[in-house]
């Protein structure tokens, strides 16, 4: 595990869970962060996390959630929203039976969510279906999309692949993606109800930009502007 992940697992042991379902309003803000494949989710994060100064949670949630389920990670993986359509699901089934599984994952994966909440530190936490799991909860849910050729693009120069190839690769892990909020949360990821703020960053490319948008809504919802 990381040393992220090793202190989220220890916030989680601390705050027990005090407050049963999180319905206090955290410390610091909680932002989460859907987004599509080549649409600027992963540097906004950063960037927005930096001016809340608060953590962003992604690969070291999953690793999080497979330290306290006990999983095997390899198996654990195949749920993770960043495997390419569950194509070895099969497999899954047929090593340690998929509703098990699945519902092993669910578990432990709201925990560590509602930890981030709970613990009052904040936090952007990037897809994951966090936006689902903290529904009820005082925190702020974007999700940032493009359309597919500008996504392709994007991929292409940052991958160095050729662009066909970043089209089926877009097109792939937003797939993938969407089949694990609906196989985990039985939700649509694109539901537009389930977000306070959704961005298209085909113009608005500019991760900074994008970044102070999301902060300044925030800013407004607080004050009750919007």
């Known amino acids: 595990m990381t040393t992220d992940a090793i202190k989220l697992v220890e916030a989680i042991i601390k705050a027990q869970m005090a407050t049963g379902h999180g319905s206090r309003r955290a410390d ?8 599509d494949f080549g649409s600027g989710g992963r540097e906004v994060a950063e960037l927005l996390a930096k001016r809340l100064a608060v ?15 006990g999983a095997d990670p390899q198996l654990m993986a195949q749920l993770d ?39 009052g530190n904040g936090g952007v936490i990037i897809g994951r279906g966090g936006h689902f799991i903290l529904a009820q909860q005082d925190v702020f849910r974007v999700r940032l999309i493009a359309s597919p050729e500008t996504c392709a693009e994007r991929v292409a120069k940052s991958q160095g692949v050729p662009l066909e190839e970043a089209r089926k690769l877009v097109a792939e892990v937003n797939e993938g993606r969407s089949k694990f909020v609906h196989d985990i949360f039985r939700q649509r990821l694109d539901k537009p109800a389930a977000f306070d703020l959704t961005i298209n ?26």
């Open 81 to 119: 929203e960043k495997t390419r359509g569950f194509r070895n699901s099969w497999l899954v089934s047929l090593l340690s039976g998929e509703n098990v599984l699945t519902e092993n994952y669910r578990h432990h994966l709201v925990k560590v969510v509602l930890a981030i909440f709970n613990t």
């Open 55 to 69: 953590p962003v949670y992604d690969k070291e949630l999953l690793d999080a959630v497979v330290e306290r389920s």
């Open 28 to 35: 610091k803000p909680v932002v989460t962060l859907s987004r």
């Open 201 to 226: 960053t085909d113009r608005l490319s500019k991760h900074d930009e994008v970044a102070e948008i999301i902060f300044f809504a925030m800013q407004c919802r607080h004050r009750g502007d919007i």
